[in-house]
C-alpha cells in the first residue's frame, strides 16, 4: 500500500529564507507526482506536475525534483515570503488513484 | 482552462437531513471524477471514484450506502450525503479528469456541518 509522508510537519521560517520541503513515499512505481498548496478553508492549487520521466519542475521560485528510485520528491522554495505561508501537499499518482501526503505547514513571517 | 466548480460552497445541515454536492467540469469533459474528504489538519482522503455513466468505486471503510455517488454526465458528479450526523462534518474535495493519462483537476471544496 502506497504511503506518502511529508517532512517536516510544520515551518516557520522569517522572510527571505531558501527553504526546502520533503516528501516520501514507499512504492516507487508512480507515474507521476505533484505538488500543491493549500489556503486555509480553501481548495487545492497546483504548483508543479512531476511526470515519471523527469526529474525536476520549475516555476518561478518554485523548483521540485523528483528521485524515483529512492522515493523521494522535494520542493524548493527561493527567496520565501509571506505570501508563501500555506500548507504544501505532495500527492503521488499511484495507478488509477492520487494519494496525499501528510502536508507540511508553512509559514513565513516579516 | 481545465476549471472544476462545486456547490455549495458550504453548506450547515440539522442532523439526520440529507445533503448533495453537485462537483462541474466548467470547460472540459471528465471521464472520471473523484470526491475526497478533508478533515481538520489532515490531509485529502480519497472516499471513491466515478466514472460517467457506471456505479462508483469506494474506498475500504467508506459505507456506498451512506455516501451516494451519481455521475449521470461528462461533467457533472454529485455526492450525497444521506442521514447526516455530526460525525461526517467535514470539507468534501472533488477533481475531475479526461482520461487515466491525464492529471486531476480538483474544485474548491464543500464545507459541511452537520448540527
Known amino acids: 500500500k502506497q504511503e506518502v509522508t511529508q517532512i517536516p510537519a510544520a515551518l516557520s521560517v522569517p522572510e527571505g529564507e531558501n527553504l526546502v520541503l520533503n516528501c516520501s513515499f514507499t512504492?516507487?512505481?508512480?507515474?507521476?507526482l505533484q505538488w500543491f498548496r493549500q489556503d486555509p478553508g480553501k481548495g487545492l492549487t497546483s504548483l508543479l506536475l512531476?511526470?515519471?520521466?523527469?526529474r525536476e519542475q520549475t516555476s518561478g521560485r518554485l523548483n521540485a525534483s523528483l528521485d524515483k528510485s529512492s522515493g523521494r520528491s522535494t520542493l524548493y522554495i527561493a527567496a520565501s515570503q509571506p505570501g508563501d505561508s500555506a500548507t504544501y501537499l505532495c500527492?503521488?499518482?499511484?495507478?488509477?488513484?492520487?494519494?496525499f501526503g501528510t502536508g507540511t505547514r508553512l509559514q513565513v513571517f516579516p | 482552462g481545465a476549471v472544476v466548480s462545486q456547490h455549495p460552497s458550504w453548506v450547515i445541515c440539522k442532523s439526520g437531513t440529507s445533503v448533495k454536492i453537485e462537483c462541474r467540469s466548467l470547460?472540459?469533459?471528465?471521464?472520471?471524477m473523484f470526491w475526497y474528504r478533508q478533515f481538520p489538519k489532515q490531509s485529502l482522503m480519497l472516499m471513491a471514484t466515478?466514472?460517467?455513466?457506471?456505479?462508483?468505486?469506494?474506498e475500504q471503510g467508506v459505507e456506498k450506502d451512506k455516501f451516494l455517488i451519481n455521475h449521470a454526465s461528462l461533467t457533472l458528479s454529485t455526492l450525497t450525503v444521506t442521514s447526516a450526523h455530526p460525525e461526517d462534518s467535514s470539507f468534501y474535495i472533488c477533481?475531475?479528469?479526461?482520461?487515466?493519462?491525464?492529471?486531476?483537476?480538483f474544485g474548491p471544496g464543500t464545507r459541511l456541518t452537520v448540527l
Open positions: 500527492a503521488v499518482y499511484n495507478t488509477d488513484k492520487l494519494i
Open positions: 512531476i511526470q515519471s520521466s523527469q
Open positions: 466515478s466514472n460517467e455513466g457506471s456505479k462508483a468505486t469506494y
Open positions: 477533481s475531475a479528469r479526461v482520461n487515466s493519462a491525464s492529471e486531476q483537476f
Open positions: 470547460d472540459f469533459q471528465a471521464t472520471t
Open positions: 512504492d516507487s512505481a508512480i507515474y507521476n
